[in-house]
């Protein structure tokens, strides 16, 4: 008879203070700050208005009203350098987009990483990240896109830091835009 008084004692004294725990009472946490944040600005935005010029279905012409491409004789102040479209090896394959989705071993030098790919459209090209690189050429790789048989790795604004193109299997070797070596293998 103990024993069951005993239990009934428990149970009651479990049941009251998981009621006032639940309840509001002394046991709630106090309400996080606000956070402050920066105030938001409104204003008026131009219409937008067709560029005169014939109208183009082609994913890769440039957009009306953008600056001619530089010339043969020079580039046009602040364009960003990139690499002559080196013909690819002979024995180089054709590379899909798929080909090139998820995660790699990148090296260059005595720097090695991962690298990370996807089809999400970034600045000339798809969405790229790289993680544990010290070599900082290879950390500033943000975008990649296929150039023929090669696959072209670009920084945040587009610009070119290295061209690869495959070798065998899932290996992919090419140079950088200072002309160093680089390599790519899952």
Do not use: H
Request: hydrophobic share 35%; net charge positive.
């Amino acid at each position: 008879m103990k024993r069951v008084a005993t239990i009934a004692v428990v149970l009651c004294l479990t049941g009251v203070a998981g009621c006032q725990r639940f309840g509001g009472g002394n046991y709630s946490a106090p309400p996080l700050p606000a956070t402050p944040t920066t105030p938001v600005s409104g204003g008026q935005l131009q219409p937008l208005t067709p560029a005169p010029g014939p109208v183009t279905t082609d994913p890769m012409a440039p957009l009306p009203g953008t600056p001619a491409a530089p010339s043969a004789t020079g580039t046009a102040p602040g364009a960003v350098a990139s690499l002559p479209a080196a013909p690819a090896p002979a024995d180089s394959r054709e590379v899909g987009r798929n080909d090139m989705l998820g995660g790699w071993k990148i090296s260059s030098g005595s720097s090695n990483c991962m690298l990370f790919m996807t089809l999400t459209t970034w600045s000339g090209g798809y969405r790229a990240n790289t993680r544990g690189c010290s070599d900082a050429t290879l950390s500033g790789v943000s975008a990649w896109d296929l150039s023929g048989k090669q696959v072209v790795l670009k920084d945040g604004s587009g610009g070119e830091i290295a061209r690869l193109y495959a070798t065998s299997g899932e290996r992919f070797s090419g140079q950088t835009s200072s002309g160093a070596a680089v390599s790519l293998a899952r």
